[in-house]
């Protein structure tokens, strides 16, 4: 929560919160000090170059895993087997470079996106499958 004073001059004063179940309250003051804290020194880096960029792509690297267990259709235990006793080559073999070059022309070209979006919103909203099995 912020609180704007405007006088003579712009004032700011970030105020700490906390939320506990459906409570939102002012932070008690060591905790408040460890959220402003936090609150300062993500501000900070942010400023560096290359920093969000950089930021992104590690959280990019960590979620592709998942994304592409979604695709794969594997479901809940094959995905399991796969990490477990497979060590992830299940996953790593349905998606080569060739396949993985196709995904990525697919979301990066708008024409590809919004056809597979289309596609898939009628498959939804449709009565019956068109290619059930």
Excluded: T
Aim: some cysteine; hydrophobic content about 35%.
């Amino acid at each position: 929560m912020i609180k704007v004073d405007i006088k003579d001059v712009l004032n700011i004063e970030y105020i700490p919160i906390v939320k506990k179940e459906n409570v939102v309250r002012l932070a008690e003051v060591k905790v408040g000090q460890e959220i402003l804290s936090a609150f300062d020194k993500r501000s900070e880096e942010i400023l560096q170059e290359g920093f969000i960029k950089e930021q992104y792509r590690k959280f990019a690297e960590k979620s592709i895993e998942n994304y592409l267990k979604n695709l794969s259709g594997f479901g809940k235990w094959l995905s399991r087997v796969d990490r477990y006793l497979l060590k992830g080559n299940l996953l790593k073999n349905k998606y080569n470079k060739k396949k993985l070059l196709a995904i990525q022309n697919h979301v990066e070209c708008e024409a590809h996106r919004e056809l597979v979006l289309c596609g898939l919103k009628g498959e939804i909203n449709s009565e019956g499958r068109k290619f059930e099995k």
